[in-house]
């Protein structure tokens, strides 16, 4: 299925894809105590998809996760993507990313897209990401998960299909 082609629909003033990237030395995620995903060395994407996102906004998750050169080559500079220094992606869905405390204490998460409709999306970055032959674990969507890293450097990127920080 090409990339963005299920409910993924893009709107007039929408929301943005939203994801936290982490450099890892190992990333695991549990549900109820079991691991359902596990990595080594290689990216921990906190994912959320907004209202209104639409192929263009996957489309660019995907190449900005694909290609971040936040890896150290043999000179100590950050210049290898993921898939050149032979790591992986555990991917997890979190649509508190999307939470709005501009008024009050409260978050709003009215900007996040509504669960299955996100469920696909995420599953669409998913399946693109393996489709570059990186390998991908992920966590189970809508599930009260445990997520326990090991952030190497720390190196932590946000990223945002919309706007800049």
Known sequence: MP???VLCLTRAFGENVRAVV???KQAQVAVQEQIVGAIGPGLLVLLSA??????SDLSY?????????????????MNLDVTQAGGAVLLVSQ??????????????????????????????????????????????FGADMQVGLVNDGPVTILLDSRRLF
């Open 95 to 140: 649509f508190t990313l999307h939470g709005d405390v501009r008024r009050g204490k409260r978050p709003s998460f009215v900007a996040a897209m509504a669960p299955e409709a996100a469920r696909q999306c995420i599953d669409q970055v998913a399946k693109a990401l393996g489709g570059r032959g990186i390998v991908v674990a992920q966590g189970v």
């Open 50 to 55: 907004g209202e209104g996102d639409g192929p």
């Open 61 to 77: 998750m995907v190449e900005k996760v694909a290609g971040l050169r936040i890896f150290t080559d043999a000179q100590g500079k």
């Open 3 to 5: 990339l963005g082609t």
């Open 22 to 24: 982490q450099r890892v």
